[in-house]
């Protein structure tokens, strides 16, 4: 089964199983997850991203840890919220960290969600119009590549200006680093999968069945033909969520609890899984690689992240790393 397999690490669990248990936020299982992944094959790792809406640890100084734990695998956003940031210091972290990790890391961005009180504190809380969120992610990333790339940028756009900006240090990686930028086929949108065709480097979906994730890889690649971009140079990443029990109720049980205390509300939870045993977990990476993921991000909806991963790296990932 030819498909790279990522993990995300869960810096929102971090901080809810904190509070839950009324003590500071201990960072150290994160990391010591991502060293498991990194020794047991793992293509990459990644973190999450949202403000005071569902608190987490921040991605960027997160990324730096996991790169100073870790020594090949890339390293990535699920999804990152450029709108909420001011671009020029965003742009500067995000270089920085791909120095300090050597070159391994990836972006997916998105828009994210204003469609509840909860979710629009995010942009309340940066000063930023909700209205504004894709317009202002089209633009941050021109610019930010830009800025990776080139000298004395300037750039008028009704959501970013900039004027003779320079900026150092670069990303180690040559073009300024990978941003794969969120599709959902479910939205509907033209403009999303025009802006993936026209900006990102590939496209993440998040809650797509497996022909429908199909079904956007293909519009995708035909826009960008359309805008004279090869589409064979697209990742095409996919982000599951799962829970791994023989118990399929179990399972169902620890990932609705788990999943509203994250979300507060049934966040696209049955779009999501599969909650029960390994066999079923592999059949649904597989049906998606099938449709033409070639890499696959798994998130355990779970309050015990060590032993879903465990129950992985022993039921599942042997499926996908047979000779």
């Known amino acids: 089964m030819d498909v790279k397999i990522g993990l995300l690490l869960g810096t929102r669990g971090l901080v809810m199983r904190a509070q839950r248990e009324g003590r500071a936020v201990d960072a150290g299982p994160m990391l010591d997850l991502a060293e498991r992944a990194?020794?047991?094959?793992?293509?990459?790792?990644?973190?999450?991203?949202?403000?005071?809406?569902?608190?987490?640890?921040?991605?960027?100084?997160?990324?730096?840890?996991?790169?100073?734990?870790?020594s090949r695998v890339r390293i990535g956003t699920a999804v990152m919220l450029p709108a909420i940031r001011s671009l020029v210091p965003l742009a500067h972290s995000l270089a920085t960290v791909d120095v300090l990790s050597g070159g391994r890391i990836v972006l997916a961005m998105g828009v994210g969600g204003a469609f509840t009180p909860e979710q629009a504190q995010d942009f309340a809380a940066a000063g930023v119009d909700p209205k504004s969120r894709a317009g202002?992610?089209?633009?941050?990333?021109?610019?930010m590549r830009r800025l990776w790339t080139e000298e004395h940028v300037s750039f008028d756009g009704k959501h970013v200006q900039l004027d003779d900006v320079?900026?150092?240090?670069?990303?180690?990686?040559?073009?300024?680093?990978?941003?794969?930028l969120a599709t959902h086929y479910r939205t509907g949108s033209e403009a999303q999968a025009l802006r993936a065709a026209r900006h990102g480097d590939g496209i993440m979906g998040i809650s797509d069945s497996p022909d429908e994730f199909a079904q956007t890889i293909a519009k995708v690649e035909e826009l960008a033909r359309a805008e004279g971009r090869d589409p064979a140079k697209l990742e095409r990443v996919y982000y599951m969520t799962v829970n791994i029990d023989e118990?399929?109720?179990?399972?169902?049980a620890d990932a609705d609890d788990f999943l509203m205390a994250y979300y507060?509300?049934?966040h696209w939870a049955e779009r999501w899984g599969p909650w029960g045993p390994a066999n079923a977990v592999v059949d649904r990476m597989q049906a998606f690689a099938d449709a033409g993921a070639r890499e696959l991000v798994v998130r355990f909806a779970s309050w015990d992240q060590q032993a879903q991963w465990a129950r992985f790296e022993a039921e599942v990932l042997p499926a996908f790393r047979q000779a």
């Open 38 to 70: 990194e020794a047991a094959g793992l293509d990459s790792v990644w973190v999450g991203d949202s403000l005071v809406s569902k608190p987490r640890l921040e991605p960027v100084a997160a990324m730096a840890a996991i790169a100073a734990r870790t």
């Open 136 to 143: 202002r992610l089209a633009e941050m990333v021109q610019v």
């Open 166 to 180: 320079t900026l150092y240090p670069r990303p180690v990686q040559p073009g300024g680093i990978p941003m794969l």
């Open 247 to 252: 118990d399929a109720e179990r399972a169902r």
């Open 264 to 266: 507060g509300v049934r």
